[in-house]
């Protein structure tokens, strides 16, 4: 067992005003400075607002150790691409992640694992850490697909020059995604296993350190038992994100 330790990322998608935004992040950072302080050595926590908030965002961090990140990027780094932003762009604010190839992207935006890859492969060129989305679809699932299926988008959407800690990986099934419902900790533990397998494959010894996040309605009643399964090294957080007081009970779910 390596020292990985747990990421708990918030992803807040397309959800806040500036005053929500910033009202959450203040939570954030005061609990972080007080009762959660105690904690810290026990995760890594992250918010990915959306794009209109992040420069905010981190501007009221006050030196509170929480990461911000985007919640996707364009693959190259200027140009004519209206309505898009760069990695670089993202690196410029202070973010120091971004989300790609989230399923309502890859479903509202028909991006595909070549797209996935390239902007992830840009997070890397710019200096940010990726947070590549993969999971299957409920009938995939019914299927029998699923590891099938995680294992070939984890293939096509895997950077050259990644690494054990350059990237991170979010297990995140479709089906759990704002449902309430969520696999079984066998099930979970069985994709996460073969994410890593494959991730050694393609990085050798490094996907030891590689930080592999679950998503999928993960709230403050199932969180320690999703972040105790082997192999799971966080969360992707949707909706329980947008409380400060549940998203701290998730992280305080981490062992
Ligand atoms: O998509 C997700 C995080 O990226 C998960 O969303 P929920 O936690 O709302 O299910």
Not at 152 to 172: D, H, K
Request: charged residues 20%; hydrophobic residues 45%.
């Amino acid at each position: 067992m390596s020292a990985r330790r747990p990421l708990i990322a918030g992803n807040w998608k397309m959800n806040g005003r500036k005053a929500d935004g910033l009202a959450l992040v203040r939570a954030l950072a005061d609990w972080l400075a007080g009762e959660g302080a105690a904690h810290r050595d026990r995760f890594d926590m992250l918010v990915c607002p959306p794009a209109t908030l992040i420069a905010p965002v981190i501007d009221a961090l006050g030196g509170a150790p929480l990461d911000v990140g985007g919640q996707d990027c364009h693959a190259a780094e200027n140009g004519a691409h209206t309505g898009d932003i760069s990695a670089w762009m993202l690196k410029d604010l202070g973010a120091t992640h971004v989300i790609v190839g989230h399923s309502e992207r890859r479903t509202d935006h028909h991006e595909d694992d070549e797209q996935v890859r390239a902007k992830a492969a840009a997070a890397l060129a710019a200096g940010l850490v990726p947070i590549i989305c993969i999971g299957e679809t409920e009938a995939e699932r019914d299927a029998g697909q699923a590891l099938a299926i995680v294992a070939r988008q984890l293939n096509g959407s895997l950077p050259e020059g990644a690494t054990g800690t350059n990237v991170v990986i979010a297990y995140e099934p479709v089906w759990a995604i704002g449902t309430g419902r969520t696999p079984t900790a066998q099930d979970v533990a069985e994709v996460h296993q073969r994410i890593r397998a494959e991730a050694r494959g393609r990085i050798g010894d490094g996907a030891d350190a590689l930080r592999i996040l679950y998503g999928g309605s993960v709230k403050p009643g199932n969180a320690a038992e999703l972040m105790a399964i082997e192999d799971v090294d966080g969360a992707l957080v949707g909706g329980a994100s947008l409380k400060a007081a549940d998203f701290q009970a998730i992280a305080l779910g981490c062992p």
